[in-house]
Structure formats: C-alpha cells, structure tokens
C-alpha cells in the first residue's frame, strides 16, 4: 500500500490538500540520474505517459525509484514541465488502467500464439511466443509514436518556404531514384561557418544519449525547436531548421509518396574525436503495415569547421545500401554498396530513415550536425 505525503492546510472554513507525490511523464523520454544533477550518470529512464511516484524532492528534483528525476525542461535544454503533478486519485486510477490494458494485452497475445500455432502446429510453441510478443509490443510502441506523431501536425502546411523548395528541387532526383541526396553549397541564409560557431557555443548544453550506455553510440545531444535557437542567438542554425522544417511541405506539394509532417525539434549532436554510433536505422518495418517510429526521411546539415578534411578528419555518414532487405520497393535496393558521404562544413543530406547507416568516427576535431527527423502521417 502506497504512502501518501498528503498536506493538509486550512484556507479560510476551506480544507485544502496538497499533494506533490505522483507525476506523469510529460516529455519523450526523462532520465532517471544517480543524484540529482544534470551532470550525474543516467541510471534509467522513463516515457511518455508513465507514471512516477516520487519519494521526495529538492528544488526541481525529485526522487523516485531508482533515483532522481527533474521536473521541468529548461535545465535540460527543453521548453516546459517534464513531470506534471497528479493527484493520487488520478495516480490510483492509472495504476488500474493501466492493469486492465495489461490484461486486455495478455489475452491479444494468447489468442495471437494460439492462431499461430493453429496455422503452423510445426513452430515450437515458446518460440511462437516470443516472436509474437516482440511484434505485439512493437507495434504498440508504434501506435504511441504515430499518436504523437499525428498531435503534431498540423503546421506543415503553413511553413512553405521558398529556400525548402529549392532545396527539394535539388535533392528529389537522387532521393528518389537511390534513398539519399546530398547537397554542397546551398544557401541557407548565413554562411556555414556561423552555424558551426552557434553549434560550438551550444555544446554545453549537449546530453549524453541513453544508447551511450548501450554502447551503441557517443556523440552528446540537444533538442531545439526554432524558439530555443532564437533564445539562444543561434539564427545561422534557426534558419537552417527553417528550412528542414520547409521540406515536408514542399515534399508534399510535390506529391511525395506519403504525407509528411513536422516533429516539434531538431537535434543539434556533437561526435568527439573518436566517437561513432554503430550501424541502425532511425526507423523499421515491423509488419506491411507497422514501422516502429513516425520518421520517413532524415534531414542532416553539418556544422563542421570550415578547414574539415574528409582524409584527416573522417567522421563520415556510411551507408549500407544492399542491408534494407525489408524495403518493399525493391527497385531501391543495391547489393552491398558502401557510400561514405563526408561531414563538410554546410553539406546537407537527406535520406530515407530506413536504409542502415553509421557514422565514422571523426579524428581530429568534434562532430556537430543539426538532424531533423521528417515524420510521415501513417
Ligand atoms: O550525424 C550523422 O551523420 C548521422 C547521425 C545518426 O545516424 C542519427 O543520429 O541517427
Ligand atoms: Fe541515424
């Protein structure tokens, strides 16, 4: 039985109560750190809609289990309250909610093994198990992204711009016939070596990722919407994403093959010397019908020194063509091509989220790049 830390105080003949004990995860993803810190290790996190019992709090902080969560964004380069406070009533309500979905789950999956097994009586039961659990819980996570993905939109249609026009105009030949366009010496209004100044101003502000203690990957990370650039004077990079946040429009005017939409930020990475995140993809196909997040197309500008050198610098976005075995236009596919495409200062590429990649290490100097996620309506 839960404790509650209700405070009971008098307003006038009124009885008010209080109660800071309960939170709903109001952000993507919150760290759970080891002391409460930006600077302290991640120990876990939490998503989106869950629920957080805290057990005490100091400042911004509180504490639950597993250790300490902050309650509002701006700390960590985010707009707004990470953990909103609910009442216990609301808390105890969830708990049941979420009980009962757990159970609705738990039957969908049994009846789901039992057709499978019933079609193909071959299959050793615990292995039918698993793999329909892990499609299950696939596209539930799914369900939730595209959720999210639809709140958002809306504002594609209002951000027409004439530079995200130009520059789809230059990129569609190649992103059609092959996944990947690459762009050198576009214009986005400031000259690429402001971008990488801002970029270098902002790096203090960058996060560890949580696949870092996956080991998957190393570059530090922020999220920015255009409100946070101009708070922060970086307008070279603001007006970059501008322009990424003109491309689904313009995309879409064009008749693009689905209905792209907006996320609310861009992600502003910095690679060290020495840093890579190991081959992925930024989405999967989990059935014909099911990919596991909202992203379609991946929006990159680099901020790299102006003086790069794609020999003595690396750090290259490498692509693995002939992997995307579970791209249905076949006519994409290539058998095992490896294209390297370098971080010059400026260079802008787009490319279908679902072909794999990895970035290289660089050797010499940090990595910075502006990626923005174009999310498709599915
Ligand atoms: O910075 C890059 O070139 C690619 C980064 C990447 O693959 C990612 O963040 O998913
Ligand atoms: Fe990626």
Known sequence: MAMTMMTTTTNGNRLVASCDRYYRVAHRVVFVRAAPSLDAAKVGQRTQGETVEASRTLGEWVETRGGWMLTEGRAAGVDGALLVPISQREHEERLVRDE??????????????????????????????????RRYVAAEIAKAHHAVARQMRGDEATERSDR??????????????????VVDGFDFGYPASAARAEAQGLAGRLEETIQKIAGTRDDRVAWFSRDNFFAADANALAAVLDVQRGLAAALNARGWRETLTNPPAAMLSCYPPGGRYRKHRDNTRVDAKTTSNARALTAIFYA??????????????????????????????????????????????????????????????????????????R
């Open 164 to 181: 995200a026009d130009r520059l789809v105009e230059r990129c569609l030949p190649d992103l059609e016939a092959r996944g990947l366009a």
């Open 100 to 133: 009962a979905e757990r159970e609705h789950a738990r039957r969908a999956i049994d009846a789901l093994v039992e057709s499978t097994l019933a079609a193909r009586p071959d299959l050793d039961p615990n292995l039918a198990r698993r793999e329909v659990v």
């Open 304 to 377: 790299t020194d102006h003086d790069w050198d794609d020999h003595f610098d690396g750090g290259h976005l490498r692509f693995y063509f002939g992997d995307d075995d579970d791209d249905d236009d076949k006519s994409r596919r290539r058998q095992n091509v490896v294209v390297d495409v370098a971080p010059r200062p400026g260079r802008f590429v787009l490319f279908d989220a679902f072909h794999f990649h990895e970035v290289l290490p660089p050797i010499r100097r940090n990595r910075f790049a502006l990626t923005f996620w174009i999310f498709a309506d």
